[in-house]
T-cell receptor
Framework: EAEVAQSPRYKITEKSQAVAFWCDPI?????LYWYRQILGQGPELLVQ????????DSQLPKDRFSAERLKGVDSTLKIQPAELGDSAMYLC?????????FGPGTRLTVL | GQNIDQPTEMTATEGAIVQINCTYQ??????LFWYQQHAGEAPTFLSY????GLEEKGRFSSFLSRSKGYSYLLLKELQMKDSASYLC??????????FGGGTRLMVKP
């Protein structure tokens, strides 16, 4: 069964360092999402792509976060510089006909 | 904007039935999802309602009333492994999914 792939699964970094997360959606899924989930809360949408175009990034802290999906397939989310408050699970999801499928997530710890 | 409310925590007994409610306010409603999430794992899909009524899938059922902005997830014959967070999420016309804060369900023996 096709799955959304994410790497790394876990990342520990020090504040002010740069980190990057990668997501490979299910083949053929045009829509890709990045969510951030702080412990004990629901996921919060950071950015939504339709193919290579950004549909919504209104909740993305653009002073330090960036996201790209250059060829409309896999995507990278970057944080530079990381701050303590960025510690969270970063979830990628993809969608074709409405249903959203989530990857396993990247758990980021900023020290 | 969108506003989604669900209880923070619930406790139930193994073998019992539990209902988790979700109310929402949204513009451009295009379906409501329920996800299950075990600690440290990604959300997994449980159900999707786009029309009013009850959708049944094994031990899990989900209900939607669009006029009331209301949904519930019903879990029957609770098992210990059902202890998890249950996330209500609303899809809008732009295919953007917004989540509630999640309901942490604890199943006790």
């Amino acid at each position: 069964e096709a799955e959304v792939a994410q790497s790394p699964r876990y990342k520990i970094t020090e504040k002010s360092q740069a980190v990057a997360f990668w997501c490979d959606p299910i083949s053929g899924h045009a829509t890709l999402y990045w969510y951030r989930q702080i412990l004990g809360q629901g996921p919060e949408l950071l950015v939504q792509f339709q193919d290579e175009s950004v549909v919504d990034d209104s909740q993305l802290p653009k002073d330090r976060f960036s996201a790209e999906r250059l060829k409309g397939v896999d995507s990278t989310l970057k944080i530079q510089p990381a701050e303590l408050g960025d510690s969270a699970m970063y979830l990628c999801a993809s969608s074709l006909d409405g249903q959203k499928f989530f990857g396993p997530g990247t758990r980021l710890t900023v020290l | 904007g969108q506003n989604i409310d669900q209880p923070t925590e619930m406790t139930a007994t193994e073998g019992a039935i539990v209902q988790i409610n979700c109310t929402y306010q949204t513009s451009g409603f295009n379906g409501l999802f329920w996800y299950q999430q075990h600690a440290g794992e990604a959300p997994t899909f449980l159900s999707y309602n786009v029309l009013d009524g009850l959708e049944e899938k094994g031990r899990f059922s989900s209900f939607l009333s669009r006029s009331k902005g209301y949904s519930y997830l019903l879990l029957k014959e609770l098992q210990m492994k059902d202890s998890a967070s249950y996330l209500c999420a609303v899809n809008n016309a732009g295919n953007m999914l917004t989540f509630g804060g999640g309901t942490r369900l604890m199943v006790k023996p």
